[in-house]
């Protein structure tokens, strides 16, 4: 959705090595936000933006206005994924997902891709856009992409720029949390549920609004069982104004 930085650029440089030609989409989507969401204000540096990407090699910038992406005042059309999106974000966000795959399909349509490119940091994002591609029988191969971060740990986001000096000295406090979770899971740890209400309380204590910490599954999203292999720690929480999101997966062996 623009205001790009460097884990942004990291997709496209994935894509250089991936293909001959690279297409980048920016489009703040309007029907992925919800009522008090910050579309209005999410920052939007599209002349920066299109430097950057010449820069990097790209050869087409596709930036659709929202009348060309949503030709009509009601939108009666949308690509519905079922099930995933009922977990993380989309338990607080219940429109959102929707918005995304509706969007998303239109933007495969416009720009008919062989490979698309998206980061692992939004990982309910990508494991959705993976299923409805495959559901749809749609000739494009998804590569996932990992995070990329701050120094100190923090995920690169465009609404970082939003967190004040104070919360961006504690935002890294959220990826360091998951990442304690995944050693407690490494060193045996099953009682997933006490696990989450700990991080949680860890984290509100730390200045955090949590909306969710979710140790699932890395297939269905749902809460995980210990008959789960391949799981993702998730989490979203607010610090001021900015919701950050974060997540690191592990695999169950043995």
């Known amino acids: 959705m623009g205001n790009l930085h460097a884990g942004h650029l990291s997709l496209v440089h994935e894509a250089r090595r991936q293909a001959d ?7 703040v989507n309007p029907t992925q936000f919800g009522p008090g969401e910050d579309l209005d204000s999410y920052p939007r ?3 920066r933006d299109a430097d950057q990407l010449r820069a990097a090699g790209v050869d087409l910038l596709f930036a659709p206005e929202a009348g060309q992406m949503y030709p009509f005042a009601s939108n009666l059309t949308w690509v ?3 099930e995933l999106p009922d977990h993380l974000c989309g338990r607080s966000r219940p429109q959102h997902f929707r918005g995304v795959t509706t969007v998303v399909s239109k ?10 490119v998206f ?3 939004d990982f309910q994002q990508l494991t959705i856009v993976r299923r409805m591609t495959q559901e749809l029988l749609l000739p494009i191969r998804i590569v996932g992409m990992p995070t990329v971060r701050e120094a100190d740990g923090l995920a690169l986001s465009s609404r970082n720029s939003f967190l004040q ?3 961006r000295r504690q935002a890294p406090l959220l990826y360091q949390h998951l990442l304690r979770a995944r050693d407690a899971i490494a060193q045996g740890m099953r009682d997933y549920r006490a696990l989450e209400q700990e991080m949680a309380a860890t984290l509100a204590d730390a200045g955090f609004k949590v909306d969710y910490v979710s140790v699932a599954s890395a297939e269905t999203l749902a809460p995980a069982s210990d008959a ?3 799981l993702v720690v998730a989490a979203a929480a607010w610090l001021g104004s900015p919701r950050l999101i974060d997540n690191v997966t ?5």
């Open 119 to 121: 980061g692992e940091k």
């Open 21 to 27: 030609r690279i297409v980048v989409s920016i489009f």
């Open 107 to 116: 933007l495969f349509h416009v720009t008919t891709p062989d490979v698309a």
């Open 45 to 47: 540096t599209l002349a």
């Open 165 to 167: 000096p104070g919360q």
């Open 250 to 254: 592990i695999q169950i062996t043995g």
């Open 80 to 82: 519905d994924v079922h």
């Open 228 to 230: 789960d292999r391949s």
